[in-house]
């Protein structure tokens, strides 16, 4: 598919489409890049608007590498896979953009003025405690945006964030929130319980030969092992071409020479600025930063003093380097017409009135060989793969293509063949959980028919075509390997259903008006006793804990139960005589508002929750 489009951009096709891409840059700018209508490559539309899918890529390559400095080197590759991280994440941008959509309806809005301080004050675009412009855009450059659409993206964060601290800050716990959660989670039980061992019961019970072959054919199901194949199969990577590929020193150095030769330096400028914005008492103003101006004052005195602009006054109106494109074109002229140290006459934008100042002009000088050999060696090599990739990518299919083997289609075009480890339908390492050759390796025409996959394409630069190596299909374990297992099970299930039964008639004497206690020695079984016990006890155990937290309150007869299933096998009586509700432990001031703040969080998680799913249910939602 590549190829063929680039097959075909020759000629006056070439130059018409050429053409076309020029026309935005020479009309827009380069920020026509990131402001253009979103209809094209949508991922989603919400109630209208546009998810791109460019957003969702950059996205899902934020949430790779926030997974990778996480995990390290032990992030599982296929939690890494875009197929993998595609859902989540467009549905975060989902959500996000709803709560953009209700903030912006409910009229919140973000000053100019708050978004320079929060740019000024982020520490990335600082060098020594103070905003440095030049940083700023190189960062902003480095990450793929512009001022504008960094600031537009800012926004949206600053409106969204807003928007959900609106409604986590509105929730607040009162007193009978408070006690309403001591009275559950400091709650105490008294309890009393006596325990059927399971050990006691295991050497009296015996399981049959026929009961084990009984159990064995009415239950065959479970004992079915998975269907696996491994295979064999040729992978196609650019990158991997491109790491193979030896470069000549020669070429580097011609490519060097000619890039020299044909480097153009770009002029950076560095500007500073006066603004007065329009309103009430402008001229007045503009008039006198003119006369201080006239009468020799400093420049940039005069800018911390009476420029409006807050991101550059406390710089002196400096506003960093330009290269032409930075500014609205009218300023970018004016600053473009100065010599180093001269001041513009008056110029107007949508911001206001600048005096504009041309601080110092750099011309860029072209990079030594030592600078650039890396990058152009990187770049024939990858020049040299793509030739062979394309060479390679386009006699894969009739190489492979009723093929008995693919040894023979790897030694037809030069690669190499490689055999998967056994997998199952659930996937298995590196490509292989890959959802379309997984798709492929289980297909008909994979696993039945025995021909070689059509060649999957895993991404522009990335394909593989699978043939099956070996197929394992579903099977029965033969009885023989199942017999300790079955034994052990049924084994279980008479104990169980043993100690049970013996349990009820413990709970029938029990209600009848005997003890525990006497019960349990009648029986010559050991009984306790628990009270005021905790959840999370430690002297308890756990299981049975659980169990205790979860039966009923006694009403006007003390509740008397059967808790089975413990880990050991174990079964229980227990009965429970006193649920008392918690209380808070003693604290000061300070400790209860740090509780009521947790609770209040919680309450907010819940609201915002809440809140979100109503704005999901009442959206049209397109997913593409």
């Given amino acids: 598919m590549l190829q063929a489009f680039r097959d075909n951009l020759k000629g006056t096709m070439a130059f018409f489409i050429v053409g076309l891409m020029i026309i935005p840059f020479a009309l827009f700018g380069v920020d026509s890049l990131f402001l253009q209508d979103n209809s094209a490559g949508k991922a989603a539309e919400v109630n209208g608007e546009a998810i791109s899918e460019m957003s969702l890529t950059r996205a899902i390559r934020t949430q790779k590498q926030q997974l990778l400095d996480r995990f390290g080197d032990q992030a599982p590759a296929d939690l890494l896979s875009d197929e993998q991280l595609r859902g989540p994440v467009l549905t975060r941008l989902l959500q996000r953009e709803l709560l953009k959509q209700a903030a912006i309806n409910g009229d919140m809005a973000i000053s100019d003025a708050s978004l320079d301080e929060l740019i000024k004050s982020t520490s990335q675009f600082q060098q020594d405690g103070r905003f440095n412009p030049d940083q700023y855009l190189q960062l902003l450059r480095n990450m793929g945006y512009t001022p504008i659409t960094y600031k537009s993206l800012l926004t949206e964060d600053l409106l969204v964030n807003q928007h959900a601290a609106g409604i986590n800050n509105s929730a607040f716990a009162t007193q009978g929130d408070i006690d309403t959660l001591t009275a559950l989670t400091q709650q105490t039980r008294s309890f009393y319980y006596i325990t059927l061992p399971y050990s006691s019961a295991q050497n009296e019970v015996a399981v049959s030969g026929q009961e084990i072959e009984d159990y064995y054919t009415a239950n065959q199901d479970s004992f079915a092992t998975q269907e696996e194949v491994s295979l064999d199969y040729l992978e196609l990577s650019l990158d991997q071409l491109a790491e193979n590929t030896d470069v000549d020193p020669a070429e580097v150095r011609q490519q060097y020479e000619q890039e020299s030769a044909a480097f153009v330096a770009a002029i950076q400028r560095q500007a500073a600025h006066i603004l007065i914005e329009f309103g009430d008492g402008a001229e007045a103003k503009l008039s006198q930063v003119q006369a201080r101006l006239a009468n ?296 209860k508002q740090v509780l009521i703040q947790r609770l209040a969080n919680e309450l907010a998680g819940g609201e915002m929750s809440i809140y979100q799913s109503s704005l999901n249910d009442n959206a049209s939602v397109d997913i593409y």
Avoid: C
């Fill in 296 to 591: 020799g004052e400093d420049f940039a005195v005069v800018a911390s003093e009476l420029s409006d602009d807050i991101g550059s006054s406390e710089l002196g109106g400096d506003l960093g380097m330009t290269d032409g494109a930075t500014f609205p074109e009218n300023f970018e002229a004016a600053l473009a017409a100065l010599e180093v140290g001269a001041m513009s006459e008056p110029v107007e934008t949508d911001s206001g009135t600048h005096i504009i100042k041309l601080l110092s002009k750099e011309e860029t000088q072209p990079p030594s060989f030592e600078e650039s050999k890396a990058q152009i060696e990187a770049n024939l090599a990858s020049a040299a793969a793509e030739a062979v990739f394309t060479e390679l990518f386009d006699a894969l299919p009739d190489a492979t293509y009723n093929a008995s083997t693919l040894q023979e289609a790897a030694q037809e075009l030069g690669m190499d063949i490689a055999t998967s480890e056994s997998f199952s339908r659930a996937g298995g390492q590196g490509i292989f959980s890959n959802n379309q050759v997984l798709a492929s390796a289980f297909s008909d025409q994979v696993l039945a028919e025995g021909l070689s996959s059509d060649v999957i394409e895993l991404s522009d630069n990335h394909v593989v075509v699978v043939k099956l190596n070996n197929h394992k299909p579903v099977e029965i374990k033969a009885l023989t390997l199942v017999t300790q297992e079955i034994e052990a099970l049924l084994v279980k299930q008479k104990v169980t259903a043993a100690l049970t039964a013996k349990a009820d008639l413990l709970i029938n004497e029990i209600v009848s008006g005997k003890s525990v206690a006497s019960v349990a020695d009648t029986e010559q079984l050991e009984w306790q006793v628990a009270a005021d016990v905790k959840r999370g006890a430690p002297e308890v155990n756990p299981e049975l804990l659980t169990a205790i937290f979860e039966l009923p309150k006694p009403q006007n007869e003390k509740g008397v139960n059967t808790i089975e299933a413990l880990t050991s096998g174990d079964v229980v009586v227990a009965q429970l005589t006193v649920v008392k509700a918690g209380s808070l432990p003693v604290m000061d001031a300070a400790q």
